[in-house]
């Protein structure tokens, strides 16, 4: 029983694949490719956890292909040159057998590794499929990224948590010859967050503390359990989500020195600088907004100065900014803003734009009305016409509420001076 739990349970056909029903469901992307025998090059971008490198496997297996697996953590350029040469060897050029290359966190590859990998998925020598737990916009090289279709992997939900742990208790060789009786699992789910592999550590690390051939697994019994075996900052899964949620939660919180403990503890982990910068990024903009707009910029600088730094140097700057970010003033109203009128769009569908405010570059546009009546902001008095902007079936509506803090109060001030009561301002 050297083989841990997750591994002993991993499917091997699709039909046994918990979750993503949206890729390998009946009519599921993945499932249709497989049917075809015509497997792109793909992303496969989600949490930790949720089958990305099972889903690779299982690809491979049920299309017959050669399967050739690299870990971005230890492989170099001459690695990946190596693995093209034999998969060269083992496939033709463009069939429907090309061996298939999964690099798991791909994320982690330099752009001269992920260079090394272009001519092969050019010419058809592999089939490249990367897992990555980052957003692949950020940390895949468009040329590369441009040729590979990206699925989305969700954490696990509740059902398929709950399966996977009752699956484990009949079918494992070693839980089923127990007497296992899952009376509670809220502290399993939570502890999991949604990372299946996890779960299904921490389960084998309770029946395994337990000497009694019969168990009955409890809330209480799970977190005295993990507590006595804390596991350290893991920045490839474990913690890896819960302290960056716990250092983001402190900056919108303005409590600096949260914020500063949780940025060390990522810092000692080892975690990727860009990745910490990347959040405070999307923060200055999602909580703090036009309560104080220069968040943002300074947030910007940071992102690009440890890009450009790194480590050790870069804890201090990351320091700073995260620091400034706690103690500047709040608002989320333009994230509010954007999140309803997202909403508005998918309840009304593509309304038609105003003529008014529409594009005239030809002379049959100007002859159908397109751009008539449009007032030039610039022609008059402070720069404002009272003029519609929104689709007359949604006019009226009011988008954007300014934030009560200084600047957003005079944000507010100006819209009241401009629309007169529009928009209840």
Known sequence: MNEPLAERLRPKTLDDYVSQTHLVGKHGALTQHIKQGLIPSMIFWGPPGTGKTTLANIIATESGRPFYTLSAINSGVKDIRDVIDKAKQSGGLFTTKNPILFIDEIHRFSKSQQDSLLQAVEKGWITLIGATTENPSFEVIPALLSRCQVYILNAFEKN????????????????????INLKETSSLLRLSGGDARKLLNIFELIVNSEESDSIVITDALVLEKVQNNTVRYDKTGEQHYDIISAFIKSIRGSDPNGAVYWLARMVEGGEDVKFIARRL???ASEDIGNANPTALVIANNTFQAVSIIGYP?????????????????????????????????????????PLEIRNAPTKLMKELGYGENYQYAHNYENN?????????????TKLYDPGNNSRENAHRDFLKQRWKGKYGY
């Open 160 to 179: 398929d948590l709950e399966t996977l742990l009752k699956r484990a208790i009949k079918h494992d060789d070693y839980l089923s010859k127990k007497n």
């Open 281 to 283: 990024l999307i923060l």
């Open 313 to 353: 140097e870069s804890r201090i700057i990351l320091s700073q900014c995260a620091t400034y970010l706690a103690c500047s003033p709040k608002s989320n109203a333009a994230y509010v803003a954007i999140g309803k009128a997202q909403q508005l769009v998918k309840e009304t569908g593509d309304l038609s734009v």
């Open 384 to 396: 404002f016409a009272n003029q519609e902007f929104l689709p007359d079936e949604i006019k009226n």
